[in-house]
């Protein structure tokens, strides 16, 4: 078979741009997962892979297949969420978790006397999300970080995954966005592997854990949550995201993926910190307290 020409979405009032948009609702619609902020030439590659592998040529006509095959949608999720790690994924959500979250939880919990950080990383996979995260608090809390008790614990429910992470050493493939002065500082490079500095080790600790179950610790003032949801069922969602917030301390902070829509019942029970990155705040009091 020849090559099938996939179309462009560069186009204006086309068809096919219609039938592309039709389609990311369609997304939206039944798993709950917003790529709308996503470019539209990205969307159109990973869309373009799915499309050829299952030899369709029209946006329209994929539609229809995700319609009735519940598990091209799966592949199709994969495909668009490069089920990859590498540390400080995202950059402008680090950028954001750094002066958005970080900063003003450590002054919070210094002016209130507690020098103490508890924050979880549901979903850690191979460990550079909670080990990015402990970079952070480190930079951060600079000196002082020996007056303080920072526990950051990482969870997940690939064994293999946790391993991994808990060993501490990585490829160059982990590395796309860790700023080249962060890498010479907490790691050692021993040939093609980097190993992670026993001081950042040290605050993270693994636990095999199912996300819907509690937690190590009762109560959080961080949970990142990043790009989980979207391997649950959308009617499930909401379950989760309440599953979490029980377990998140009041002016607390809950970080979803970009591409993840907080559920509509919950919309009104957090302050948005940063919409666009789905960074969220606990109130003190809610409209469920009233």
């Known amino acids: 078979m020849s090559e099938i020409d996939v179309p462009s979405v560069t186009g204006v009032n086309t068809d096919e741009r219609r039938a592309f948009d039709d389609l990311l609702a369609h997304i939206r619609r039944e798993r709950g997962l917003d790529y709308g902020q996503y470019k539209d030439n990205f969307l159109y590659r990973r869309l373009a892979m799915r499309m050829r592998a299952r030899e369709i040529d029209t946006y329209r006509e994929y539609l229809t297949l995700l319609r009735s095959d519940p598990a091209e949608f799966d592949e199709l999720l994969d495909a668009l969420n490069i089920n990859v790690s590498y540390f400080f994924r995202d950059e402008s959500a680090f950028v954001a978790l750094r002066y958005g979250v970080l900063m003003p939880l450590i002054a919070q919990q210094a002016a209130v006397g ?52 808990r060993r501490g050493t990585y490829k160059a493939h982990s590395f796309q966005d860790l700023e080249t002065n962060l890498v010479e500082k907490y790691f050692v490079k021993n040939e093609d592997t980097y190993v992670l500095e026993p001081t950042i080790r040290q605050l993270v600790s693994f636990k095999k854990h199912d996300l819907t179950t509690p937690p190590p610790l009762p109560h959080y003032n961080l949970i990142l949550c990043r790009n989980i949801l979207i391997y649950f069922a959308r009617e499930y969602q909401e379950e989760i995201v309440r599953h979490l917030l029980d ?24 302050e948005v910190v940063e919409g666009r990155l789905r960074i969220y705040r606990k109130p003190k009091w809610t409209k469920e307290d009233v």
């Open 114 to 165: 507690k020098n103490r950080l508890a924050i979880w990383s549901a979903g850690c996979a191979t460990g550079e999300e909670p080990y990015s995260v402990a970079m952070l608090v480190t930079e951060l809390l600079g000196s002082d970080l020996r007056q303080w008790n920072v526990l950051i614990h990482a969870t997940d429910v690939d064994a293999d995954a946790l391993a991994q992470a």
């Open 247 to 270: 377990h998140l301390e009041p002016d607390g902070y809950l970080m979803l993926g970009m591409s993840e829509m907080l559920p509509l019942a919950l919309v009104g029970q957090l």
